[in-house]
């Protein structure tokens, strides 16, 4: 049955031109058509000249139970020679039958328009032949569902991921070596005698600006961390770990500490924690003798080794 915009454009129009068949073929080639395949039915018109107009028929009342319309129509045009001012036009809708038997097709009418003349262009229709599979229910045995197949794998396939490996592989012995040659630098290098990083370190606080009141915390905590690491050091005690009153209970047996030396120093770390833990500000003159006391314990308490002399000098 056509639609009611074909049946108007059949009664309107007088002049019909067979313009042959229609085609039909499957999507998927193969020398059956079987149930659910999908189809693409139409025309092809050559010799199209350019300007010309045409009007396709709805097919869209062909969809039901047993034959379905997938997609409309889709018009391609052809490549033309150059130059050449005709071209063909290739059209068709895509139909999938889901019922076994034989399928009549509707013919396709073409409205066609050139310089304001109008015809009608009549391609015939097509007959298919649906089928099944058959099945021989007498002999059929049901099997459980096959797993899914695995191939062997390519060279093609490992090559990629191997060389990928071995480049990783490269480049972490490269790290690990790169690491191994920094450690083994810093093991070779020299180290600094303590009280040479301590006073360095000390000398970093030399300036009044640390003196001001808000910068007061900053100047006694750095002072007295720095001669904390001294101490731990040069004596090989926990020094950064201990309160003021254990790391004095421990220097006070040492040898080599004045008694007077260890008094100023005593006084100098109580006084960074009343700067630092009971917001105590202190006065110039106190600021002011922080650094001498500090240089003073590290220089008096530093231990220097001995220049290696010429071999002939050894007794």
Known sequence: MMTKL??????????????????????QKRDSI??????????????????????????????????????GWQVDTLKARRRQPWRSIRA????????????????????RTVDGKSDTLLFSPQ???VKTIPIDTATF?????????????TAREV?????????????????????????DEAKQAPREPAHIVALRRLEH????????????KVFYSGVTDTLKEYIGERYGMDAPEMTTAELFTALKDVE????????????????????KFAKHVADDGENASVLPVAVRFVSSTCVTEPEEGPAGDEL
């Open 6 to 27: 074909t049946l108007l454009l059949l009664a309107a129009l007088l002049d019909f031109v067979p313009a042959g068949e229609a085609f039909l073929q499957p999507l």
């Open 34 to 71: 079987l149930v659910a395949d999908q189809l693409e039915y139409g025309f092809r018109l050559d010799s199209v000249a350019s300007g010309t107009l045409l009007a396709l028929p709805d097919f869209s009342q062909i969809s039901g139970d047993t034959l379905t319309l997938v997609r």
């Open 92 to 111: 068709h809708v895509v139909i999938a039958p889901f019922e076994e038997g034989t399928y009549h097709l509707p013919p396709i009418p073409v409205l």
């Open 127 to 129: 007959t298919m032949d």
């Open 141 to 153: 045995k049901p099997h459980d569902i096959k797993g899914q197949i695995g191939y062997p794998l």
């Open 159 to 183: 090559l990629p991921w191997l060389l990928g490996a071995i480049l990783l592989a490269v480049l972490i012995f490269l790290l690990l070596r790169w690491l191994e040659r920094r450690r």
């Open 205 to 216: 606080w030399r300036d009044r600006k640390y003196w001001a009141p808000d910068k007061q």
């Open 256 to 275: 080599g500490v004045e008694k007077e030396l260890y008094g100023d120093m005593k006084d100098l770390f109580e006084r960074a924690d009343f700067v």
